[in-house]
């Protein structure tokens, strides 16, 4: 059974910053994209950013400069650095993965909980 475990959320002021964490566990062979969505009321849930098993990254354009996406492949982690936060950034931030369970399994994607970035003053 997979798990991804996300912290980090919480309540900022405009301009400021937050890191979230995304901690797989669980039977995990392999994982290729690992990536962030955010979905805010009233709205469809949205890519922020992913990361591929080797490194490469992509960005929405709302947050290109602002957020930056890294992972530890060891941990089966990935965090999202977020600086500069706006109100429009509030929204419950979900975290996935796409990844093999087992040896010659299929891939799957999982996705963590969702946890709450406010950005209010």
């Known amino acids: ?37 955010r979905q805010a009321p009233g709205k469809e849930r949205e890519s922020v950013a992913s990361i591929t098993s080797g490194g490469s990254t992509n960005y929405a354009d709302s947050v290109r400069g602002r957020f930056t996406i890294s992972r530890d492949n060891a941990k ?30 299929p891939t799957y994607d999982y996705w963590g909980q969702g946890t709450q970035v406010t950005v209010s003053s």
């Open 1 to 37: 059974q997979v798990q991804l475990v996300v912290s980090g959320g919480g309540l900022v002021q405009p301009g400021g910053s937050l890191r979230l964490s995304c901690a797989g566990s669980g039977s995990i062979f392999s994982i290729s994209a690992m990536g962030w969505y």
């Open 76 to 105: 089966n982690t990935v965090y999202l650095e977020m600086i500069s936060l706006k109100p429009e950034d509030t929204a419950a931030y979900y975290c996935n993965a796409r990844l093999i369970a087992y040896y010659r399994g």
